[in-house]
């Protein structure tokens, strides 16, 4: 094979409209559902388009270990500091079953879940009145004019359909529909944090397993590469909602030592690879070396690699590291964080840079604002920010917020530029939601 040595053209067709509604989410991950959910409740006719047979993105697909930004850990203990939204989906996955409840570790916390409960009950959020959600429904293009996208063109089992609509929201993670449509982005391959191939064990002796503690097991993973693994990372988080069942967040996917371009189609299939080879390789070493995982087998990995991080749009503000680090607050702000910077970087372990606890800071609306489409609004992971910023406004919790914040915008605006929302409303709306934008920490729920 020689890879990309030709062109070709695109034949133009016809396409037929399959409706028009008030507001079109591509994607839905946290930040969709937030999104699309909110929406409809403010009475807006909403399709969220979902490339997956299932809601949750990131959540669900790549599966992840707990839902973190959720609490700050103040004197050892976990406290709430977002709500909305976020803690609607809490409370759901409590009063299900899905989750024990928050678990503090290092200088936080998070909320473990189980992962059918979750999808469950982002199905059951998304039975909104006017909301309707295309799974298996791929946007692949955007029509714009004057500034304005108009319609969205979609790939389904059954071929191409289009949908118009007045409104739309990027929660894609990847900025798609925003790159589609003309917006600036940025998307520098060699900061790129690494991705991670997750994966679940089973046949865990889990009264002895979660009780080694952290840096016990990092200590017994540089054994592991003192004695010749070769282990791209030996700290990780590991969690346990099902007796005799982990979820490891531990591996480190680098194709020819670097972060792999999951933007480029050999690379990304190398990188899905060498994520289920880590995985072996792993479920070895946890046998040999950790208590509790002598009988251990893989029961299953995520259905695709994790990606942290790919294209960010570039707005009016780049949420930056000393606004998070310096806990910021912002006048047009619309959601709190209280998550420290997270990096995946190159080495064994990850780098984390704390903020006080209890403290937090803004994410300002100008953060989900792309430049240079009008009736578009972009939430979730590739909201405007630097590279160490995004570090911390990723995780879940946050997704949860933006996505409602923009939803909630995206019906205010109506068929207006989304850059004349006002904000003292926006923030008032986001209010009688349950959202606090200036946290009182409270004591987390046991
Ligand atoms: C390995 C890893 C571990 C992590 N660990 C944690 C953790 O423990 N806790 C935590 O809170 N956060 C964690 N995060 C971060 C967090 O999971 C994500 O940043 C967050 O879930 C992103 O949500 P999102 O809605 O912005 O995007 P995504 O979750 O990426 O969702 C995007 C959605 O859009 C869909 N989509 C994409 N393109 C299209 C298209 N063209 N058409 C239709 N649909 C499309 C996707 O299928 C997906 O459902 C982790 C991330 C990774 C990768």
């Given at each position: 094979?020689?890879?990309?040595?030709?062109?070709?053209?695109?034949?133009?067709?016809?396409?037929?409209?399959l409706?028009?509604?008030d507001?079109v989410?591509?994607?839905?991950?946290?930040a969709?559902v937030a999104?699309?959910?909110?929406?409809?409740r403010?009475?807006?006719?909403?399709?969220?388009?979902e490339?997956?047979?299932?809601?949750?993105?990131?959540?669900?697909s790549?599966?992840?270990?707990?839902?973190?930004?959720?609490y700050?850990?103040?004197?050892g203990?976990?406290?709430?500091?977002v709500?909305?939204?976020a803690e609607?989906?809490?409370?759901?996955?409590?009063?299900?079953?899905?989750s024990?409840?928050?678990l503090?570790?290092l200088?936080?916390?998070?909320?473990?879940y189980?992962?059918?409960?979750?999808?469950s009950?982002?199905?059951?959020?998304a039975e909104?009145p006017?909301?309707?959600?295309?799974?298996?429904?791929?946007?692949?293009e955007?029509?714009?004019?004057?500034g304005?996208?108009?319609h969205?063109?979609?790939?389904?089992r059954?071929?191409?359909?289009?949908?118009?609509?007045?409104?739309?929201?990027?929660?894609?993670?990847?900025?798609?529909?925003?790159?589609m449509?003309?917006?600036?982005?940025?998307?520098?391959?060699?900061?790129?944090q690494?991705?991670?191939?997750?994966?679940r064990?089973?046949?865990?002796?889990?009264?002895?397993?979660?009780?080694?503690?952290?840096?016990?097991?990092?200590?017994?993973?540089e054994?592991?590469?003192a004695?010749?693994?070769?282990?791209?990372?030996?700290?990780g988080?590991?969690?346990?909602v099902?007796?005799?069942?982990?979820?490891?967040?531990?591996?480190?996917?680098?194709?020819?030592?670097?972060t792999?371009?999951?933007?480029?189609?050999?690379?990304?299939?190398?990188?899905?690879?060498?994520?289920?080879?880590?995985?072996?390789?792993?479920?070895?070493?946890?046998?040999?070396?950790?208590?509790?995982?002598?009988?251990?087998?893989?029961?299953?990995t995520?259905?695709?690699?994790?990606?942290?991080?790919?294209?960010?749009?570039?707005?009016?503000?780049?949420?930056?590291?000393?606004?998070?680090?310096?806990?910021?607050?912002?006048?047009?702000?619309?959601?709190?964080n209280c998550?420290?910077?997270?990096?995946?970087?190159g080495?064994?372990?990850?780098?984390?840079?704390?903020?006080?606890?209890?403290?937090y800071?803004?994410?300002?609306?100008?953060a989900?604002l792309?430049?240079g489409?009008?009736?578009?609004?972009?939430?979730?992971?590739c909201?405007?920010?630097?590279?160490?910023?995004?570090a911390?406004?990723?995780?879940?919790?946050?997704c949860?917020?933006?996505?409602?914040a923009?939803?909630l915008a995206?019906?205010?605006?109506?068929?207006g530029?989304?850059?004349?929302?006002?904000?003292?409303?926006?923030?008032?709306?986001?209010?009688a939601?349950?959202?606090?934008?200036?946290?009182?920490?409270?004591k987390?729920?046991?």
């Amino acid at each position: 094979m020689s890879p990309r040595c030709h062109t070709v053209g695109r034949l133009a067709r016809e396409v037929e409209v399959l409706c028009e509604v008030d507001v079109v989410v591509a994607g839905g991950g946290a930040a969709g559902v937030a999104a699309a959910v909110c929406a409809a409740r403010a009475g807006a006719s909403v399709v969220l388009l979902e490339r997956n047979g299932f809601l949750g993105g990131t959540m669900t697909s790549t599966s992840l270990g707990g839902v973190c930004g959720l609490y700050s850990l103040i004197d050892g203990a976990p406290v709430q500091m977002v709500h909305g939204f976020a803690e609607e989906v809490r409370g759901r996955l409590e009063h299900a079953g899905g989750s024990r409840g928050a678990l503090p570790w290092l200088q936080t916390a998070s909320l473990p879940y189980d992962l059918f409960i979750m999808k469950s009950v982002l199905d059951d959020l998304a039975e909104a009145p006017r909301l309707t959600v295309l799974y298996q429904a791929r946007l692949v293009e955007a029509g714009v004019e004057g500034g304005r996208i108009r319609h969205v063109i979609v790939r389904g089992r059954g071929g191409l359909f289009a949908i118009r609509a007045n409104a739309f929201i990027d929660c894609t993670g990847d900025g798609e529909l925003a790159d589609m449509a003309g917006a600036a982005t940025e998307y520098d391959q060699a900061s790129l944090q690494f991705p991670t191939a997750m994966f679940r064990m089973g046949g865990v002796d889990t009264t002895v397993a979660m009780k080694v503690p952290r840096d016990e097991m990092h200590r017994l993973l540089e054994q592991a590469v003192a004695d010749g693994y070769d282990l791209p990372r030996t700290a990780g988080g590991i969690y346990s909602v099902r007796d005799g069942i982990v979820h490891l967040n531990i591996t480190k996917v680098k194709v020819e030592g670097h972060t792999p371009d999951t933007f480029d189609p050999f690379e990304l299939s190398e990188a899905e690879r060498e994520g289920r080879r880590q995985a072996r390789l792993y479920l070895e070493i946890f046998r040999r070396y950790v208590p509790g995982y002598a009988n251990a087998y893989i029961l299953d990995t995520g259905a695709e690699l994790g990606i942290r991080e790919t294209r960010r749009i570039v707005g009016p503000h780049v949420l930056t590291s000393d606004d998070v680090l310096k806990e910021r607050k912002f006048d047009d702000a619309i959601a709190a964080n209280c998550w420290p910077i997270e990096d995946h970087g190159g080495g064994r372990s990850t780098r984390w840079v704390w903020l006080s606890p209890g403290g937090y800071n803004h994410i300002p609306y100008r953060a989900l604002l792309p430049i240079g489409v009008r009736n578009l609004l972009v939430a979730g992971r590739c909201l405007s920010s630097t590279h160490e910023a995004q570090a911390a406004v990723r995780v879940t919790a946050n997704c949860f917020s933006t996505g409602q914040a923009a939803g909630l915008a995206a019906v205010m605006a109506g068929s207006g530029d989304m850059a004349s929302v006002d904000i003292k409303p926006l923030q008032a709306v986001l209010k009688a939601s349950g959202v606090s934008l200036t946290p009182m920490p409270k004591k987390a729920h046991a």
